[in-house]
């Protein structure tokens, strides 16, 4: 038997056996279908038609992609949101639509009568701290924009996340950043 050695530096690196003849782009894809299995949570089908779209869109970008930015564009709107960070509306809209997905709706506590639009931020705790409720957790990435990006995936797999989330090179949280 052979004895492997932990390396933070290489979370994967024992994914495959030693003679696994696996290329960068092979590794990227492994990794980003693990990505879209977690944030279609039960829904394989999303998961296969977003890796098609993924695979299209890296085919189009060539070298040099950014794995990133590539999946946070396929689950826009179904598996993920990216809204301007000061979109209330679109904010709410995205995360609305993401967790009809199981039937769920949050209560924004917004008054319909309010004047100013409420805070990003309130929105986004509101939105995690109901969804933790059903298990579920709201996660927030790092966009290097005035931006607000994330997605959803059960609470067990908040550690797998972060494993995945990292090699896919997404400073991701879960929570509000």
């Keep these: 038997m052979v ?21 960068e782009d092979d590794a990227l894809e492994t990794v980003a279908w693990q990505f879209l299995l977690l944030v279609n949570p039960d829904d394989e089908g999303a998961a296969l038609q977003q890796f098609a779209a993924l695979r299209q869109a890296l085919d189009d970008a060539g070298d040099g992609a950014a794995p990133g930015a590539l999946l946070r564009e ?39 009568d309010a004047t100013e639009p409420p805070d990003t931020s309130v929105l986004l705790q509101a939105a995690f701290t109901q ?38 090179g997404m400073s991701a949280r879960p929570g509000i950043g």
């Design 74 to 112: 396929v689950i826009d709107w179904q598996a993920g949101f990216h809204v301007q960070e000061d979109d209330a509306q679109g904010l709410m809209e995205a995360l609305d639509e993401l967790v009809a997905r199981w039937r769920l709706h949050i209560d924004w506590g917004v008054d319909d």
């Design 3 to 23: 004895s492997h050695e932990y390396d933070p530096d290489d979370n994967f690196g024992h994914a495959f056996h030693a003679q696994a003849d696996v290329d």
């Design 131 to 168: 969804l933790r409720e059903r298990h579920y957790s709201l996660w927030t990435v790092e966009t290097g924009e005035a931006t607000l990006a994330g997605w959803i995936t059960h609470e067990r797999d908040e550690e797998t996340m972060l494993l995945v989330a990292s090699a896919l």
